[in-house]
């Protein structure tokens, strides 16, 4: 029945990360929703049902834009983040995740700005990023019982469309990251990156977010969440803390083929709007740098196919529409100036 493949076969799992500037890049976003007719980059706030496992993995790959002047001087190339993913249900309203995020940097020469010993070359900072714990509550407002906790399915709940159709579905999610990630990568010269180039941030990172989806028509089903983020901050050398991150995305999804069962078994349309605020960095003086964050907008077309009914690949291609930076004609390597994101997600629970 259709009711049941779009609920009950809709698993759900968010954690939220992010990158930036040239002086302080962060880690890839990661949303890790799944699942027939989830978003990719925009948050899910379906659950685990109690006792399943969830496998995930999350490739994002970004090259950043060229200018041939001194912002390219020891900027950043192209980055490209994994991110493993474990979740377990531990209720059929509560989930819990553990994801090891890796990191390869491409980063550009840098000639000294005058100082020959300062100089290197072009080169790659590559290894294990922060280790990041996620805990999700699903919840949801229906026609017949309100506000409740997640539940499993019984026969009412797959009865008929007048249930699914006006239930709206929330979520919470709460991260932290634990500073296990790499932070001694050296350039050519034998000295460390900055922080900003390395995979690992020496100092733990807190997200919360807000969900919420609902099936607007048949076939069609809209989600958005909110996200904030922030870092402690790090006084030892060459440390800091980079910009408190919000995010606001939007997604509409499209049942473009339903046939359970089959190999194929459901092709959504994916469409999404990623809104990213980032406030500046600023160094272990405290002293803010100008030349980072800002606000942009992505549009984000994509797709997912499910097979078998449980294995899910999301698929999605990230354009900047518009942006505000703080002071754009010294920034390079960060979000608002990639050439694109593109990303690809790969999902099973059991």
């Known amino acids: 029945m259709r009711t049941r493949n779009i609920v009950g ?3 759900a799992a968010v954690c939220a990360l992010a990158p930036l500037s040239s002086a302080m890049a962060h880690h890839g976003g990661v949303s890790a929703a799944f699942g027939p007719g989830a978003p990719v980059e925009t948050s899910s706030p379906l659950t685990l049902p109690k006792g399943k496992i969830l496998l995930y993995e999350r490739v994002e790959v970004s090259p950043f834009k060229k200018f041939n002047d001194g912002r390219d001087n020891g900027g950043n190339d192209k980055f490209t983040f994994t991110n493993t993913l474990f979740g377990y249900g531990i209720s059929n309203s509560v989930s819990a995740f553990v994801s090891l995020p890796y990191a390869q940097k491409d980063l550009l020469a840098y000639d000294g700005d005058g100082n020959a010993a300062d ?3 072009a080169g790659t900072s590559q290894g294990f990023g922060d280790i990041n714990l996620i805990l999700q509550y699903g919840f949801k407002h229906g026609a017949r019982d309100g506000f409740k906790g997640w ?3 019984d026969a009412d ?3 008929g469309k007048e249930y699914t159709l006006p239930e709206w579905k929330f979520g919470l999610s709460f991260s ?3 500073p296990s990630g790499k932070i001694n990568n050296n ?11 390395q995979t690992g941030f020496a100092v733990p990172a807190y997200n919360v ?3 919420v989806s609902k099936m607007v028509a048949a076939h069609w089903t809209w989600g958005a969440d909110i996200q904030f983020r922030t870092f402690a901050f790090n006084g030892g050398a060459g440390g800091g803390k980079p910009g408190n991150e919000t995010r606001i995305n939007n997604a509409i999804m499209y049942e473009a083929i339903e046939n359970q ?3 194929l078994s459901r092709l959504d349309l994916i469409l999404e709007a990623n809104i990213l605020d980032l406030r500046m960095d600023m160094d272990e003086n405290r002293v803010v740098d100008t030349a980072t964050g800002g606000t942009m907008l992505y549009l984000s077309p994509g797709v997912r196919f499910t097979f078998n009914d449980k294995t899910s690949l999301g698929l999605l291609y990230k354009e900047i529409v518009w942006k505000d930076l703080n002071d754009e004609p010294n920034q390079q390597g960060g979000e608002g100036l990639e050439e694109y994101r593109f990303i690809a997600t790969l999902s099973t629970a059991f």
């Not at 350039?187 to 900055?194: A, E, I, R, V």
């Open 209 to 211: 977010t807000a969900i």
């Open 176 to 178: 932290m990251t634990l």
């Open 151 to 153: 539940y499993s399915l």
């Open 157 to 159: 709940d797959v009865a």
């Open 187 to 197: 350039s050519s010269n034998g000295t460390p990156y900055g922080v900003g180039s």
């Open 9 to 11: 076969t809709t698993l």
């Open 261 to 263: 069962g089959s190999f």
């Open 119 to 121: 100089a290197y070359d």
